[in-house]
C-alpha cells in the first residue's frame, strides 16, 4: 500500500502539460482522477517515475453540445456527468454514469481517464463503443481525433503516442430518434462490472433500427462491439424475437472467464439477458 | 421466567440506568475525528517496521539475504527468523496451544506469513527496503483444501514438530453416539445436508497494529496495541518474551472495530517489541489492509454434514453431525481449551430432542491460520447455520410449513432451565412469542398467499427463517478458559467526594459502546446519573485484570461484576446512610439515588451527600472512601435468541436476488441501552447478510489468496445492505445480576441461515435443496438449471 518513490508536477495549462510529456517521453504518465493510476501505484502495478497532474488545467472541465456531439473534457468527473443537463442528450452516456462505482469515486475519477485506461472492465468504453465515440488527442505537435474502435488497443493499452494525451471524448447525438441504456451486473456498489451491457438504437422514420449500437464490459480481453448483433438489428424492424437472436448474437461475441465474480457460462447468460433488456430499454427511451 | 415485549426502566432519564437509550458518550470523540487509536501514537524517536511476507504458500526457506536492504539509507536492521531464534521468540504459542512461527525458519506455510522485518526511520523506506531483500523459496506442493490435506500421499505441513505424522490439527466429539444411533435406527425419515461455510474475514476498518516502547533505562515496556484482551495479552507477552508482567503495561487505546479479529497475538506484535527491546527506542508497525486480510485471524472454513431423524409426526428425534475444520497452518483459533471445535455442540439449537452427536476434525492447510471468530462466539455461527439450514429442509421435505415445524419442535418455556442433548444448561427462552411476533411482523400467512400466487405466474419470491439460539458469556470458571486463564471478569469502581465516580473495566470496547452502558449499570444500581461516571478500560496499569471482550462476553460477565461491585458499594453507602441519618442499616428504603427512614421518606440522604460523607464524615468503625473491586464468576453461559425472516424476489434470467423484507426478532434479555443493542442487531445482520450475499476469502490452486483487498473481499456499506425492522421480546437472564444475556454477535449468528432459507425456499419447488454461501447468482442461475 506504500507506491515507489516518483516525481511530481501540476502544470496549470494545457501547453504546460504536453510540454512536460514531450519533455519526459516514456518517463511520464498523466495523472487524472487517479481512481486506477494511485492504486496500481500502491500495489506496485504501476511505478510511474514521473507524474503531471492534469486537473489545475480547469479549461479541460467541460461537458457540452456542440455541433451534433456531445463531448466531456478530460477533466469532467463521473459525477459530472450524472449531474449535468446536457449529457442527458445521450441516453446511454447518462444511464452510465451512476453505474460508475460509488459517489467517492465518481467525485474524483474523469470520464476520459477510464476512456485513456483502457481496463476491459471499465463502463465507459462500451458506452463509447455503442455511441460510437471519438477521442480527441493532443500532442506537443498537433491534435488529432482517433474513432473509439481504434483507440482501444488491448488490455490497458490504447493508441496514444509517446507524448499525447487525451483531451476529450466526443459521442454524436444522432439526429433521429434515439435511444440508450447501460446495464450493470455488479456484486455490490463501488464494485466493478461482472458484467455490463451499453445499447442504442437511432430509429428510422419509418420505425426500423438505423443503426445499433451495443458495446459489452468486462467479458473479454478488452470493451467488444458486439458487431454481429449490431449487423442484425440494423435495417430490420424491432420485435422481441429479432431482440432475442441480437442478444444471443451479443453473447457469442463475448469470451468471458470463470473466475470470482462467477462462472464463464453464466456470464454469457447475462451477456443475452442484458442485450435483449437493454435493447427493450433503448426502444421504448427513442419512442418517448 | 417472565416474558415481556419490552422493559420499562426503573431510574429517571436523569440517572439513566438501564433501559434508557443514552447517547454514547465515546462518540462525541469518533465524529469529530478526535479518538486516539494506535496509528495516532507518535512517540519521539519512533522507528517504523514493515513486514516481507511470503508470495508463496508452501516452500522451503532455502536463504534470506538482506545485505542490500541493509544498504539503503535509514534502514536500522533487518530481522530475520534466524536472529529472534538466537532470542528463543522464532516461535511462539497460540491460543489453542499450538506453536505458530513468528518468523519463517525452516519453511513458508502459507502466502502472507512473515518472513523477515526492516525497522527504519520511516514507513516508506522500510517498505523501499523490503524490495532489497533476496529470498530463495523451494517450492512445495501447496494444500488449499482440508480433503487433501487428510490425504495420505499430502505433504507434511508441520515438519516443525518432532512427533507429527499427519496434518490434522485436533479431533473432537460431543454428545452420544449410541443414543443417536438408536434415535436414527428408529427414525421414519431422515434428512440432510453437506455444505461448507466459507471463509471469511472479520476485517475490522481499523487494522491491527502496535506501538512498542521498551524504555532502555528502567525496562518498562509500555505497548500500545490493537487488543481486545489487553490483560491476557501481557500475560502472554510475560509468559513469552519472559519480561517481568509488572514491567509490561499494555494500552488498548481506541479500536476500531475487533469481531475477533484482535484476540490473537501476532508476529508483527512480538517482533515489534523485540526490536524495540534491542534498539532502545520505540517501533510502530501498523498492518496496510492487504496484511490484515491475507495473515490474520479469519472466521469459519467449515465444511459440515448433518442428519436430522425424524419420527412419523415429523418431531426431532436426534441430530448427527460432522465437521471437518480448514485449519490454516497453524491452529490459532481462540477457544476454551476443552472445547476444540468451540461450542459448536449448541447445534442442536431451539429445538426439543434427546439425541445429538458431534464428530469434528481439524486439517492443517497452507492457508493463513485463524478460525478464531469474526463476530461468533467460539463456532455458534457455523452450528446455528447448520440447525437452521437442516431445519428448513427438513420441513420442505415432509410438506409441512418451516413455521409450523419450528413450533412443533421448540423447547417450551416451562422446561427452562433446559439441559442439551450435548450438556448445555440453557437458561431462559421463549422461542415461539418470539417466533410468532416476527411472523406477525412481516405477514407471514399473506407472504405464503402471494408466494403461492407468484408461482403460478412463475415468479420468484421466498420466505426465510432461522429461530435460534446462542450461547453467550464465557464463562463459568469449572469450564471455561483461555490458554488457562479463567473466564471470569472484573470490574473496579470509586465514587469520589462530589459524588462522581470512575469505574474501571476488564474488558474492553472496540465499538460496542462500553463507556455509556456500563456507567447505566451503575447508574442503575447507585443511583448515580450515567453521566457522572467515568468509565476507563484498555491500560493494564490501572485496570483491574479480565479476559476481555470478544464472544459476547462483556455484558454477561464484565455487566454482571459491574452490578456486582455497584452493590457492594451500596451496602456500605447503606451504613454510611445509618450513621448519616442516627437509624439502623436494616430501617432504611432504598429507591434510585438515595437512602431514606423507613415510614419517614422526608428523612433521607443522596447517594452523593453520601460519596462526600465517606470522605468527610465516616462511620468510626468503617474504612474511609467509597470503592470496590469484584471479580465476577458467572455460575452459567446466557442464551440470547430469536426469530429473523427474510423475503427474497429472485430474477431467475440472472439469479439475482434481493431482499424485500427482513425482519429481526431478538431476545437478550433486559437491554441496558436499546439504542446501541439495535446497533449491535443492524451491524451483525449487515454482516450475516455480506456472507449470504457477497463475502467470502478464497484461494487459487497456488495458494495465492483471493480477497487481499475490498476490491476482492467484499464488504457491504449501507447502499446494498437491506432495510432492517427489529422486533424485542425481554425473557430476562435468572442468574444474571440484571437479568442480561450478551447481544453482540446474535444478529451474525442467526441471520445467514434467514438468508440463505429465503433463496431455498423461493427454489424449492424447483427441487433445490442447498446452494452454498455466499449465495452467488451464478450458483442460483446453476441450480435453476441443474434442479
Ligand atoms: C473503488 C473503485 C471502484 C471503481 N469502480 C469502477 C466501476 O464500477 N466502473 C468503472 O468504469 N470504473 C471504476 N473505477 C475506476 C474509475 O472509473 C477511474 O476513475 C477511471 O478508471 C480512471 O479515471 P481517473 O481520472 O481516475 O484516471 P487515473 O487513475 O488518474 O488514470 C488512469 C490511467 O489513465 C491515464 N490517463 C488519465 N487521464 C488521461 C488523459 N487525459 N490522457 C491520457 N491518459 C490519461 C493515466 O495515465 C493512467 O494510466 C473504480 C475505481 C475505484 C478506485
Known amino acids: 500500500m506504500y507506491p515507489p518513490a516518483f516525481e511530481y508536477q501540476a502544470p496549470d495549462t494545457l501547453e504546460g502539460a504536453l510540454a512536460a510529456l514531450a519533455e519526459l517521453g516514456d518517463e511520464g504518465r498523466v495523472l487524472a482522477g487517479g481512481q486506477s493510476l494511485i492504486p496500481m501505484m500502491k500495489f506496485h502495478l504501476a511505478a510511474p517515475a514521473h507524474l503531471v497532474d492534469i486537473n489545475r488545467i480547469s479549461e479541460l472541465s467541460y461537458i457540452r453540445r456542440s455541433n451534433g456531439s456531445l463531448c466531456i473534457g478530460a477533466l469532467a468527473r463521473h459525477n459530472d456527468v450524472v449531474r449535468s443537463d446536457d449529457a442527458k442528450a445521450s441516453d446511454v452516456v447518462s444511464s452510465a454514469a451512476p453505474w460508475i462505482s460509488d459517489p467517492l469515486v465518481r467525485n474524483r475519477g474523469t470520464v476520459c481517464g477510464s476512456v485513456a485506461h483502457c481496463d476491459p472492465e471499465g463502463d465507459w468504453n462500451s458506452v463509447m463503443l455503442a455511441a460510437r465515440a471519438e477521442v480527441m488527442v493532443q500532442g506537443s505537435s498537433g491534435s488529432r481525433r482517433v474513432g473509439i474502435d481504434d483507440f482501444i488497443v488491448s488490455y490497458f493499452t490504447n493508441s496514444l503516442e509517446t507524448g499525447e494525451m487525451v483531451t476529450g471524448v466526443c459521442v454524436p447525438i444522432p439526429s433521429g430518434a434515439t435511444g440508450g441504456s447501460y446495464m450493470k451486473l455488479e456484486r455490490k456498489i463501488g464494485d466493478y462490472a461482472t458484467v455490463g451491457v451499453a445499447t442504442q438504437l437511432e430509429l428510422a422514420d419509418d420505425g426500423s433500427i438505423a443503426q445499433a449500437g451495443i458495446g459489452l464490459t468486462a467479458v473479454n480481453y478488452q470493451n467488444t462491439r458486439a458487431s454481429a448483433a449490431e449487423d442484425m438489428l440494423a435495417g430490420e424492424m424491432p420485435s422481441d424475437e429479432l431482440f432475442a437472436e441480437a442478444a444471443a448474437a451479443a453473447a457469442s461475441a463475448s469470451d468471458p472467464q470463470t473466475d470470482v465474480r462467477g462462472d464463464a457460462d453464466w456470464k454469457r447468460n447475462v451477456v443475452a439477458v442484458f442485450t435483449r433488456r437493454g435493447l427493450a430499454q433503448a426502444l421504448a427511451s427513442a419512442g418517448s | ?787
Open chain 2, 1 to 787: 421466567m417472565q416474558t415481556q415485549t419490552h422493559h420499562k426502566p426503573c431510574t429517571s432519564p436523569e440517572i439513566g440506568g438501564v433501559g434508557h437509550s443514552l447517547r454514547r458518550v465515546e462518540d462525541a470523540r469518533f465524529l469529530q475525528g478526535a479518538g486516539n487509536y494506535v496509528d495516532d501514537v507518535n512517540l519521539p524517536g519512533m522507528l517504523h517496521m514493515a513486514i516481507l511476507r511470503s508470495p508463496v504458500a508452501h516452500a522451503k526457506l532455502v536463504s534470506i539475504d538482506s545485505s542490500a536492504a541493509m544498504e539503503l539509507d535509514g534502514v536500522l536492521a533487518v530481522v530475520t527468523g534466524e536472529l529472534m531464534a538466537q532470542h528463543n521468540l522464532a516461535w511462539m504459542p497460540t491460543l489453542s496451544g499450538d506453536t505458530q512461527a513468528v518468523l519463517a525458519t525452516d519453511k513458508v506455510r502459507y502466502q502472507g506469513q512473515e518472513v523477515a522485518c526492516v525497522i527504519a526511520t520511516d514507513r516508506y523506506i522500510a517498505e523501499d527496503a523490503l524490495r532489497l531483500i533476496d529470498v530463495d523459496y523451494e517450492e512445495l506442493e501447496p494444500i488449499t483444501n482440508p480433503q487433501r490435506s487428510l490425504e495420505a500421499d499430502a505433504p507434511l505441513i508441520r515438519t516443525d514438530k518432532e512427533d507429527v505424522t499427519d496434518n490434522v490439527s485436533f479431533t473432537w466429539e460431543a454428545g452420544d453416539k449410541d443414543a443417536t444411533d438408536a434415535a436414527f435406527a428408529k427414525a421414519a425419515k431422515v434428512v440432510s445436508i453437506e455444505t461448507h461455510y466459507p471463509r471469511s474475514h472479520p476485517s475490522p476498518l481499523e487494522t491491527c497494529g502496535i506501538v512498542a516502547d521498551v524504555h532502555p533505562a528502567t525496562g518498562k515496556a509500555t505497548i500500545y496495541m490493537t487488543s481486545q484482551a489487553p490483560h491476557a495479552h501481557r500475560t502472554l507477552f510475560a509468559l513469552v518474551a519472559g519480561l517481568p508482567e509488572q514491567n509490561i503495561r499494555i494500552i488498548s487505546p481506541d479500536i476500531g472495530g475487533g469481531f475477533g479479529n484482535k484476540v490473537p497475538i501476532y508476529p508483527g506484535y512480538v517482533v515489534a517489541t523485540a526490536a524495540s527491546l534491542l534498539i532502545g527506542l520505540p517501533v510502530k508497525w501498523v498492518e496496510s489492509r492487504t496484511e490484515n486480510l491475507i495473515s490474520t485471524g479469519f472466521g469459519r472454513d467449515y465444511y459440515m454434514t448433518g442428519s436430522l431423524a425424524l419420527d412419523d409426526n415429523g418431531r426431532i428425534l436426534g441430530l448427527r453431525t460432522d465437521l471437518l475444520a480448514d485449519q490454516g497452518a497453524f491452529y490459532s483459533d481462540a477457544q476454551p481449551t476443552k472445547f476444540r471445535a468451540g461450542l459448536f455442540h449448541i447445534v442442536t439449537g431451539s429445538y426439543d430432542f434427546d439425541a445429538a452427536h458431534v464428530t469434528a476434525k481439524g486439517a492443517f492447510t497452507n492457508k493463513a491460520p485463524g478460525g478464531v471468530a469474526y463476530r461468533c462466539s467460539f463456532r455458534v455461527t457455523e452450528a446455528s447455520y447448520l440447525i437452521e439450514r437442516l431445519i428448513q429442509n427438513a420441513a420442505n421435505e415432509i410438506g409441512m410449513d418451516p413455521a409450523e415445524f419450528r413450533r412443533m419442535n421448540f423447547i417450551q418455556p416451562e422446561q427452562f432451565p433446559y439441559t442439551s442433548p450435548t450438556g448445555f444448561v440453557y437458561d431462559s427462552g421463549d422461542y415461539e412469542t418470539a417466533m410468532q411476533m416476527a411472523m406477525d411482523m412481516v405477514g407471514y400467512d399473506e407472504l405464503r398467499a402471494e408466494q403461492a400466487a407468484a408461482r403460478e405466474e412463475g415468479r420468484l419470491m421466498g420466505i426465510g427463517m432461522a429461530s435460534f439460539t446462542e450461547v453467550v458469556g464465557a464463562g463459568p470458571a469449572h469450564t471455561y478458559d483461555i490458554a488457562g486463564l479463567k473466564m471470569f471478569d472484573s470490574a473496579e469502581l470509586r465514587v469520589h467526594p462530589t459524588g462522581k465516580a470512575i469505574l474501571k473495566l476488564g474488558v474492553k470496547t472496540q465499538g460496542q459502546g462500553h463507556e455509556t452502558t456500563f456507567a447505566q449499570i451503575v447508574a442503575e444500581e447507585l443511583g448515580i446519573p450515567a453521566t457522572d461516571i467515568a468509565v476507563m478500560h484498555g491500560d493494564t496499569d490501572n485496570t483491574p485484570y479480565g479476559l476481555g471482550t470478544y464472544a459476547s462476553r462483556s455484558t454477561p460477565v464484565g455487566g454482571g461484576a459491574t452490578a456486582m461491585v455497584a452493590r457492594k458499594l451500596r451496602d456500605k453507602a447503606r451504613k454510611i446512610a445509618a450513621h448519616l441519618l442516627e437509624a439502623s442499616p436494616e430501617d432504611l428504603d432504598w429507591e434510585p439515588g438515595k437512602f431514606s427512614v423507613k415510614g419517614s421518606p422526608d428523612s433521607s440522604v443522596s447517594i452523593q451527600d453520601i460519596a462526600f460523607a465517606a470522605y468527610t464524615n465516616h462511620p468510626e468503625d468503617e474504612e474511609a472512601g467509597l470503592e470496590g473491586v469484584h471479580y465476577y464468576n458467572p455460575p452459567n453461559m446466557t442464551y440470547p435468541f430469536g426469530t429473523y425472516i427474510v423475503v427474497v424476489d429472485l430474477d431467475p434470467d440472472t439469479g439475482v436476488w434481493t431482499v424485500r423484507r427482513m425482519v429481526a426478532v431478538d431476545d437478550c434479555g433486559v437491554r441496558i441501552n436499546p439504542m446501541i443493542v439495535d446497533g449491535q442487531i443492524h451491524g451483525g445482520l449487515t454482516e450475516g447478510f455480506a456472507k449470504a450475499n457477497m463475502q467470502w476469502i478464497t484461494f487459487d490452486e497456488d495458494g495465492n489468496c483471493i480477497g487481499s483487498n475490498f476490491m476482492d473481499y467484499l464488504v457491504p456499506t449501507a447502499w446494498e445492505t437491506p432495510r432492517f425492522e427489529l422486533g424485542e421480546t425481554v425473557t430476562p437472564s435468572p442468574h444474571h445480576p440484571i437479568g442480561a444475556k450478551g447481544v453482540g454477535e446474535s444478529a451474525t449468528v442467526g441471520s445467514p441461515a434467514a438468508f440463505v432459507n429465503a433463496v431455498i425456499d423461493a427454489l424449492a419447488h424447483l427441487g433445490v435443496t442447498n446452494i452454498d454461501m455466499p449465495v452467488l447468482p451464478d450458483r442460483v442461475w446453476k441450480a435453476i438449471h441443474n434442479a
